[in-house]
């Protein structure tokens, strides 16, 4: 049965004081630097002169179950003053949660956000003014381990996560400032004052949390605790370079609810289904004996017994996404964990022994991103379809963009950035991606090497492949176009123009063609029945490695003319020229005008795709490598045959060459393969491949679901015609079949809009622009006789083949064809 809303967020928690939860100050995006203890960093008041305090880390990382408990770390002190401010800063590594005098220190969960926390770690700024009190005050903070301490396992992660270079016990920093009503001052911080115990969690974010009320200790947060018996705290070196206010809003629990359905597949087993895949936690409420042992499994799917599924690919399936909760008997109880988070619909429940009473309910927490963009239009499908796609997008956002909240739970580099339109599109995302750009390029190596997933624990040996890799230089230009912050060029060109050297002098050893490994189109159709989850493309993956490294030559030569450096952009451009002009003489067969590899795969829609995208294709051959990206469409009846480059790039071609009424047909399919397919399955969420033939495959994996891209830029047509929406084109397509669409986009300078409807024979665009924003129209006009009416304030310019072009400034503006 589903619980009250109103029970705390953690049974250690116990008292209603700690139901207060005190507010996050806004840091500033300024950074300085915590190279040690005593350094000074943003986000403490005048720096930090806090120690960091832990337990000693193992020389071996200790083995799944055998890792230290979650510590409970506590400093009692008092005051003799009116208390007029107080901040309280903290960088609590890997996960932390924080009281001061009973009351919870903000609402967030899972924080700080992952980094390379050899590098950089990640503070934020409280205002705890009125938790604290004359007299006695207490501090106390509990850690996780999250993504710096994972225990070992056999088999072993294939990240490396239990090796990773930042691989320590937890980590606490922390400073409480204090301003007291006669303007004098008091600092409280981290240092061999504190105290610290074993409390009753054990935790494994890649596993699950195991957490026994018997071990708890009522009231601990509180001032009158009794510490005495705890152990001093030790001060311990400095675990990261540099401490860095974070510059996103923190995870958060944003969403509630009970299972749809129940189950019991097998005696004593019960499996709750919530109606749709998810990221987060289940919440139970339960009483019953002193020892009862309640465990929770979680999966997107399900056995043919019913029982919930557990991959085995990264770890033993038997302790993947596993919870526990042991009672100590003293009434009803309510609990859920702090320091793991999972991918689920389903949760199985089992118990030790039976239980008096029992409820669950689902809590979904990710990253708090606000929401910037609407989509609509007079299809259910495609509402649907970008329905699902947010979901994802959401699941995904946990300090970082990953891949799934289910399987892999990596800052995949080629993910995020195919990703990255659809994201900024619906959410503000501008701050989760500076911040994780940061990560990426703290994870290069001292050759110009660049990682495919971003935090790198390094147990991936595969660098430098251009369509992932690479994604550093094509990332950072998406954030630039549609938040207009030139800082994130500037902040990571070093770092993109020493890996695309690096590159330049690799392929002159291979003959002006990169031939290292790369994942290619990955996913596309039919790798799904394969005998494993690796999704490779049939014709390999040169010709799109190759593709992606011109492209990303071309656009840092770009951003080199954007940030002063013109011999920069000289050299890149000149890489680029030679690349296409190899590209072309491997790869295009100029008498047929069709791109392919070497590898007997047949004619892939991506290869012909790339060439158009990117500028590839000769200028003489342009229309006929379009007829035959077209002719293969038509020839599949209307659908598309591409993996997850491929993908985002095919409507957005086809429309921007005339042929969107073809976009449309394939989004708007239900067939195997395509986005529809994936709904009549009763998808919830973006999938990983274009049907879902094994248990390992991922439901919530958004990299597939660009298609969402074009809904907001193409079928709406809101599109930045410069960087942060400086200027803004709106350029609909409007297909036949679709009565209406429409979508908005919270910009930096304001709200654009654009939605248009067919009826009785005329077309009706009504267009929104924000202050100070020039803005170019073009207005679709079918062929014969027509006529458009538009407001005085409308400048009409050019026709073009199919559209009228119109310059509007601020304001709203309606445009009536007929």
């Known amino acids: ?87 309280f800063s903290i960088v609590g590594l890997g996960y932390y949660e924080a009281w001061i005098n009973g009351h919870r220190v903000g609402d967030q969960v899972l924080d700080p956000p992952p980094s390379a926390y050899d590098k950089t770690a990640y ?46 016990e937890p980590r606490l920093l922390a400073q409480l400032d204090i301003v007291f009503g006669d303007g004098t001052r008091h600092r409280v911080v981290s240092d061999d004052q504190w105290k610290i115990t074993d409390g009753p969690t054990l935790d494994a974010l890649y596993f699950g949390e195991h957490y026994d009320a018997r071990r708890a200790r009522p009231g601990w947060t509180s001032t009158s605790h009794d510490d005495s018996a705890w152990e001093t705290a030790q001060v311990q070196p400095a675990p990261t370079q540099q401490v860095v206010p974070a510059d996103m809003p923190p995870v958060k629990v944003t969403d509630t609810f009970g299972p749809v359905g129940s189950t019991e597949p097998k005696t004593g087993t019960q499996v709750h289904d919530f109606g749709r895949t998810t990221a987060g ?44 909760y042991t009672l100590d008997g003293k009434g009803t ?22 239980l008096t009473s029992f409820g669950i309910e689902a809590r979904v927490a990710h990253t708090a991103v606000a929401s910037t963009g609407r989509f609509d239009s007079a299809n259910p499908l495609l509402n649907r379809i970008n329905a699902n796609q947010r979901a994802s997008l959401l699941d995904n956002m946990w300090g970082i963009p990953t891949d799934t909240p289910w399987r892999d739970r990596q800052g995949w580099t080629a993910d995020a950035y195919l990703y990255l339109d659809s994201a900024a599109l619906n959410f503000d995302v501008e701050g989760l991606y500076r911040q994780w750009l940061r990560t990426f390029r703290e994870s290069q190596r001292a050759d110009g090497s660049l990682p495919i997933i971003a935090p790198d ?46 590159m330049r002098t690799t392929i002159a050893g291979t003959d002006g063609l990169y031939t290292g490994f790369s994942f290619g189109d990955w996913s596309p159709p039919g790798a799904e029945t394969g005998t494993t989850v690796a999704l490779r493309p049939p014709e390999g993956s040169l010709l799109t490695a190759n593709a992606d490294l011109f492209h990303e030559a071309r656009l840092l030569a770009r951003i080199a003319k954007e940030l002063g ?39 892939r829609q991506t290869s012909n795709l790339v060439a158009l995208a990117y500028g590839l294709a000769p200028e003489e051959h342009r229309d006929t490598v379009l007829a035959n990206l077209v002719q ?37 399919q239900t067939s195997y393969p395509s986005w529809g397919h994936w709904v009549k399955q009763g998808a919830t969420t973006s999938w990983e491949t274009w049907s879902m033939t094994k248990k390992d495959l991922s439901m919530n994996h958004p990299f597939l679901g660009t298609v969402d891209d074009w809904f907001y830029q193409h079928l709406a047509g809101i599109q930045a015609a410069a960087p942060g929406y400086g200027k803004v084109l709106v350029a609909p397509v409007v297909p036949d079949g679709l009565r209406y669409a429409s979508a908005q986009v919270a910009t930096p300078r304001g709200e654009v809009s654009a939605g248009w409807r067919q009826e009785r024979g005329g077309l009706t665009l009504t267009v929104k622009v924000p202050a ?30 199919g559209y009228v072009v119109y310059r509007v400034h601020a304001g709203t503006h309606v445009f009536r064809v007929s």
């Open 1 to 87: 049965m589903p619980l009250n809303r109103s029970a705390t967020r953690r049974q250690v928690v116990g008292s209603a004081a700690a139901a207060v939860v005190l507010g996050m100050v806004s840091p500033a995006r300024s950074a300085a630097l915590s190279g040690a203890p005593a350094a000074t960093a943003a986000g403490a008041e005048d720096g930090w002169t806090a120690q960091w305090i832990g337990r000693d880390t193992p020389s071996v990382a200790p083995e799944l179950g055998k890792q230290n408990p979650a510590p409970l770390l506590r400093r009692k002190f008092g005051l003799g003053k009116r208390v007029a401010q107080a901040k």
């Open 457 to 502: 624990p390094g147990g991936l040996p595969l660098f430098n492949d251009p369509s992932w890799s690479g994604t550093l230089i094509s990332s950072a230009w998406t954030h630039y176009q549609h938040y207009g912050d030139a800082g994130v060029l500037s902040d990571n060109y070093p770092a993109m123009a020493r890996w695309l050297d690096l």
């Open 333 to 354: 109880q309510t609990w859920e964990p702090s320091f793991t988070r999972h991918g689920f619909r389903y949760v199985e429940v089992s118990t030790s022994t039976p």
């Open 123 to 168: 503070s934020r700024t409280f205002d705890v003014t009125k938790a604290l009190r004359s007299g006695d005050n207490a501090i106390a903070v509990t850690l996780g381990r999250g993504y710096l301490s994972t225990p070992s396992t056999t088999p072993a992660t294939i990240f490396g996560l239990a090796k990773a270079p930042w691989t320590q």
């Open 772 to 801: 100070r924003t020039p803005a170019e129209v073009r207005v679709p006009v079918p062929d014969g006789a027509w006529s458009i009416t538009a407001d005085r304030r409308a400048t009409r310019g050019e026709r073009k083949d």
């Open 281 to 324: 936690w289940a919440r139970i409420k339960v009483s019953g004996t002193p020892g009862t042992t309640v465990t929770l499994i979680y999966g997107e799917q399900l056995n043919d017994d019913g029982t919930v599924f557990q991959s085995g690919l990264l770890g033993p399936a038997a302790v993947t996404h596993l919870d526990s």
């Open 632 to 668: 293969d469409i038509t020839d599949r009846d209307n659908h598309l045959n591409t993996g997850a480059i491929g993908t985002k790039l095919l409507l957005p071609v086809l429309t921007e060459n005339g042929r969107g009424d073809l976009a449309y047909k394939i989004a708007a």
């Open 565 to 603: 450096h013109p011999d920069d952009a000289a050299r890149f451009d000149t890489m680029a020229d030679a690349l296409a002009e190899k590209f072309n003489d491997t790869f295009f067969d100029d008498a047929t005008g069709v791109y392919r590899t070497a590898v007997d795969a047949g004619y």
